[in-house]
Every structure is written in structure tokens, then in C-alpha cells.
């Protein structure tokens, strides 16, 4: 990881812990799974919004102003609101995807889930998705949400991602060992 995505993975997390813990001593986990998922679409959705998140060039005032809009617009409650007007403050709204997919992880972790990145050659089907998560919910005796996106660039096979564990049985990835080894043999 690059050091400047680390440093902003390392604001994130604080940031995150922090509105983590205020809702849960609020018993509020509810309405920040909920502010997350509305937050986590409108920056997925809008290049406007991820433009003033990571613009240098807009100022303080404007971005508490946007964020504070975009915090109404959505009905994110008062922790997240009051979060990002802070972030905004302190020229650290850059990190708000991050602080998201941070979230997305401490909430995971509270219900006991987690999510698997699966990258798939073809669309899996239902039966097959069933599997795949009962085969990792063993493995790693937590349920797992999968996250499938089909890349056919693996040929075959699939690419699982879970934290920091990657299982990959593409035949791409099969394929570039076996060239690995076909140069080595030179």
C-alpha cells in the first residue's frame, strides 16, 4: 500500500471508530448501517459529490456547506451530519469513501459477517453462490455476504477476496505461473 493511501486509511479508521462507538453507546447501530448505505450510494453515484470530497480547491465553509446538503438531502443522522461537518473542517473529506468501507466493516463485524470480493469469470448461479458462501461461512465460521462481479479476463475459475485473504483458482492466474515457470526454465 502506497503511504499516502495508508495515512488515509489511517484517518479513516479513526474517524470510523470514533462514529462506531458513539452509535453504539447511543444504541443507535441501526440508523449508521443506515446512514452508511445512503452515503456509501450517493458518493457511488454522483461525480459532483466525490469531486467536493476530494477538491483542494474548494474551501472549508463550501464543503461544510455542501456536505451539510448532501447530509439533509439523505437524512443522515446526527453523529454521521455532525461527522462529515468536522471532516470538513479539518480538510479531511478526501477520506470519506474510506471512512465508509471502514463502517461497512466495524457494522460487519458487530453482527458477526463478513463480506467476500468474489471476481468470477462468469455470473455465478444461485445454487453455485449458496455454496461458495456455506464452503467460506466454514472456513471461516462467520456468515459471509458475497460481493460477485464477473470479469471475464480470468478465463475460468474464481477470485475470492476476504480482508486479507485471497483465494484465486483462475485459469489466468494458472496461466501466468505457468509462464512464470516456462521463463524460469531458460
Same mark, same amino acid.
Request: hydrophobic fraction near 45%; proline fraction near 2%.
Given at each position: 500500500m502506497s503511504e499516502p493511501a495508508s495515512v488515509s486509511m489511517g484517518i479513516a479508521s479513526r474517524y470510523a471508530q470514533a462514529?462506531?462507538?458513539?452509535?453504539?453507546?447511543?444504541?443507535?447501530?441501526?440508523?449508521?448501517?443506515? !446512514?452508511?448505505?445512503?452515503?456509501?450510494?450517493a458518493i457511488r453515484g454522483s461525480s459532483d459529490l466525490r469531486e467536493v470530497l476530494r477538491?483542494?480547491? *474548494?474551501?472549508?465553509?463550501?464543503?461544510?456547506?455542501?456536505?451539510a446538503a448532501v447530509a439533509g438531502a439523505l437524512g443522515l443522522g446526527d453523529t454521521m451530519t455532525n461527522t462529515l461537518r468536522l471532516m470538513a473542517q479539518k480538510r479531511r473529506l478526501f477520506v470519506a469513501p474510506a471512512l465508509v468501507e471502514a463502517l461497512k466493516l466495524?457494522?460487519?463485524?458487530?453482527?458477526?459477517?463478513?463480506?467476500?470480493?468474489?471476481?468470477?469469470?462468469?455470473?455465478?448461479?444461485d445454487d453455485q453462490r449458496e455454496r461458495l458462501a456455506?464452503?467460506?461461512?466454514?472456513?471461516?465460521?462467520?456468515?459471509?455476504?458475497? !460481493?460477485?462481479?464477473? !470479469?471475464?479476463?480470468? *478465463?475460468?475459475?474464481l477470485v475470492v477476496r476476504m480482508?486479507?485473504?485471497? *483465494?484465486?483458482?483462475? *485459469?489466468?492466474?494458472?496461466? !501466468?505461473?505457468?509462464?512464470?515457470?516456462?521463463?524460469?526454465v531458460r
Amino acid at each position: 500500500m502506497s503511504e499516502p493511501a495508508s495515512v488515509s486509511m489511517g484517518i479513516a479508521s479513526r474517524y470510523a471508530q470514533a462514529v462506531f462507538d458513539l452509535s453504539r453507546d447511543a444504541d443507535d447501530l441501526g440508523k449508521l448501517e443506515a !446512514d452508511v448505505a445512503a452515503l456509501d450510494e450517493a458518493i457511488r453515484g454522483s461525480s459532483d459529490l466525490r469531486e467536493v470530497l476530494r477538491s483542494p480547491v *474548494i474551501g472549508r465553509a463550501e464543503q461544510a456547506n455542501a456536505v451539510a446538503a448532501v447530509a439533509g438531502a439523505l437524512g443522515l443522522g446526527d453523529t454521521m451530519t455532525n461527522t462529515l461537518r468536522l471532516m470538513a473542517q479539518k480538510r479531511r473529506l478526501f477520506v470519506a469513501p474510506a471512512l465508509v468501507e471502514a463502517l461497512k466493516l466495524r457494522l460487519e463485524d458487530q453482527r458477526g459477517e463478513v463480506t467476500a470480493k468474489v471476481h468470477a469469470a462468469q455470473a455465478l448461479s444461485d445454487d453455485q453462490r449458496e455454496r461458495l458462501a456455506a464452503a467460506l461461512k466454514a472456513s471461516t465460521g462467520r456468515d459471509v455476504k458475497l !460481493d460477485v462481479t464477473v !470479469d471475464e479476463s480470468l *478465463i475460468g475459475g474464481l477470485v475470492v477476496r476476504m480482508g486479507s485473504k485471497m *483465494i484465486d483458482t483462475s *485459469i489466468r492466474a494458472k496461466l !501466468d505461473a505457468l509462464q512464470n515457470t516456462m521463463k524460469e526454465v531458460r
